[in-house]
């Protein structure tokens, strides 16, 4: 009886090891830190969103003008530089005219996206802009 009490604690002892190792195999090592910093956050906050501040807004020139509308934001692949896409001309998306403006160029003031200098005939003279197929 002594002897199988005995195997029966090595066999749950191996098992439980068992388990263990398997558990913390399973746990991605840590390389440094994930996220971002407190200071870092609140930087962040005073930002603008894209979804709220930015898509679909209309954008007007400094004499109250409407000149498009902003229709997406593309990042280039280095992350170095975003781009709005502003859409201008056209009804319901027929004629449309898609052109790229950095996007340090705009200004938002009271949830108003300005684009400094534009007039309409300056942005439909822009070159167009067509996604990559």
Aim: aromatic share 6%.
């Amino acid at each position: 009886m002594n002897f199988v009490f005995k195997s029966v604690i090595v066999a749950m002892t191996l098992s439980l090891t068992l388990i263990a190792g398997i558990a913390l195999a399973q746990t991605p090592p840590v390389v440094g830190t994930i996220g971002i910093t407190p200071d870092e956050i609140k930087l962040l906050a005073k930002g603008w969103s894209i979804k709220k501040d930015i898509l679909g807004k209309d954008v007007y020139n400094d004499a109250s003008e409407k000149v498009g509308v902003i229709e997406d934001i593309v990042v280039t692949p280095d992350k170095a530089m975003s781009y709005a896409i502003v859409s201008t001309g056209g009804f319901l998306g027929i004629a449309k005219h898609d052109v790229v403006v950095p996007v340090n160029q705009l200004k938002i003031k009271a949830e108003r996206v300005t684009l400094p200098g534009a007039t309409k005939e300056s942005v439909k003279a822009m070159p167009e802009f067509k996604y990559a197929d």
